[in-house]
């Protein structure tokens, strides 16, 4: 069988990996992938992103299976494009992405269905918006209602830093939206009660039928040890999740995903595909939406795919079959920890071009997925703002971090940025 899989970071390499170890994949195509992906000779880089260009690629080439990483390609259809060919993908169509590519409709999704998550208000004027900060006080939460790869949410712990992310997120480019947002129609932001607590990542796999959760993950947004500086896409990530113990696993099926997947189906969307519920679990043990995403997480993706022993393409097709209920998912015992290695300037200005060397060959409990890099050559370069996710399995969370920097001090390019504390709240536990 002949797989393509749509993306070209961390997460897309570590699903490339996967699909490769199974007996029934001989083939994957991934466009565009990456210098990672072109090393591998059991890969193929297809230069497309166009995305009828590639579902005339996936007709020619008979693929029997496309799995789409990113969140942009689904928010803009390629499932509805794929399915009106007769071509088998896993994600959600277009509409039922909105669950990630607006907050505005997620937020008032949520709230329709009694879905735990902040308290909010949505503005397009900017003079209400500041008006509200102003009227609720800091700590409060600003986030822009379209896609911006993680850098559309700024935390304000003060007044002066809300007012200024408002400026920001309502200007549009010639003003000087700083943050690169992808506005939906007329620029908005959502504005959030913040919420204390601790965060975890639980993503589950929906057939529009069934639903399967896989093992929990806890991400790293920030870019700096400690949990400071600014947000990013992720710099590093581990499985499971400590914080998600039995019972709060049980509520968050409960109490967030099952209404989810049957408020969609009422409201006339299936949603098919992985939903990603962020959560923040507060201390008493109640889980609350601070977002959904309609695809894996990346860097989760990297740790949680280590420790499925499963065979991911049988998954697949069973989620495309509608037959996820014949589905147990077999896992590593161990834990998987993930560090992010991002290129110098990241994340506003990610520098490109500098050369990476020492990564070490895969290991049975090592292996650094690719993300920014290219190959000019022979040589290997940085080419985007998260460079590398260094994987490994460990016995404790101490142990799976000792070998992790082992790994990671191995590599070198210049003005490498990475955290040295990553699994910290599952080693203070
Ligand atoms: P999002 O893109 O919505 O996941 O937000 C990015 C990050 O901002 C989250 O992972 C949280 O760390 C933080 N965040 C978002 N919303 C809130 C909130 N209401 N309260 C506290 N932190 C938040
Ligand atoms: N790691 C967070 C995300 O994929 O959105």
Redesign the pocket.
């Known amino acids: 069988m002949k797989v393509l899989v749509i993306g070209g970071g961390g997460r897309e390499h570590a699903f490339a990996w996967k699909l490769l170890q199974s007996s029934r994949v001989q083939t994957v195509f991934i466009a565009p992938g990456n210098g990672g992906t072109a090393l591998d000779p059991r890969l193929h880089n297809v230069d497309i992103t166009d995305l009828a260009e590639l579902a005339q690629f996936a007709a020619a080439q008979k693929v029997t299976l496309t799995v789409v990483g990113p969140e942009t390609p689904l928010a803009a259809g390629v499932v509805d494009l794929f399915r009106s060919r007769g071509l088998r993908i896993f994600g959600p169509t277009r509409a039922a992405a909105r669950l990630e590519s607006s907050k505005d409709f997620a937020k008032a999704f949520m709230k329709r269905h009694g879905i735990p998550t902040?308290a909010y208000e949505s503005f397009t004027d900017a003079a209400a918006a500041h008006a509200h900060v102003d009227k609720h006080g800091a700590p409060i939460?600003i986030?822009a209602d379209g896609l911006a790869a993680?850098k559309?949410?700024v935390?304000a712990m003060s007044l002066d830093e809300a007012h200024q992310a408002i400026d920001w997120m309502l200007a549009d480019d010639a003003a000087g939206n700083k943050l690169g947002v992808q506005h939906n129609d007329t620029p908005r932001v959502v504005i959030?009660?913040?919420?204390e607590g601790e965060?975890a990542s639980f993503i589950v796999v929906c057939d529009g039928k069934h639903v399967l959760s896989l093992a929990t993950s806890q991400d790293h947004?920030r870019l700096l040890d400690d949990d400071k500086g600014p947000?990013t896409g992720g710099m590093g990530a581990y499985s499971p999740a400590p914080v998600v113990t039995p019972n709060v696993h049980a509520r968050v099926m409960q109490e967030i995903i099952m209404p989810t997947i049957h408020g969609m189906a009422r409201e006339g969307e299936t949603f098919t595909g992985f939903l990603y519920a962020?959560l923040?679990i507060d201390a008493s043990g109640q889980p609350r939406t601070?977002?959904f995403n309609c695809r894996m997480g990346d860097p989760e993706t990297q740790p949680i795919l280590m420790r499925l022993k499963s065979d991911l393409f049988e998954l697949l097709m069973h989620a495309t079959d509608g037959t996820l209920d014949k589905v147990e998912l077999e896992w590593d015992r161990r834990i998987a920890l993930g560090v992010v290695m991002a290129a110098a300037g990241y994340p506003l200005s990610p520098r490109k071009g500098d050369e990476i060397t020492g990564i070490a060959p895969e290991a049975p409990d090592a292996m650094v997925f690719h993300a920014g890099t290219t190959l000019d050559g022979n040589r290997l370069l940085t080419s985007g703002g998260r460079v590398l996710c260094v994987t490994v399995l460990g016995d404790s969370f101490k142990l799976a971090q000792q070998r992790a920097y082992e790994v990671v001090r191995g590599i070198r390019f210049d003005g490498a940025q990475y955290r040295g504390d990553i699994a910290h709240r599952a080693i203070r536990r």
């Open positions: 902040a939460v986030k993680g559309g949410v935390v959030e009660e913040f919420l965060e947004k947000n962020g923040m601070v977002e």
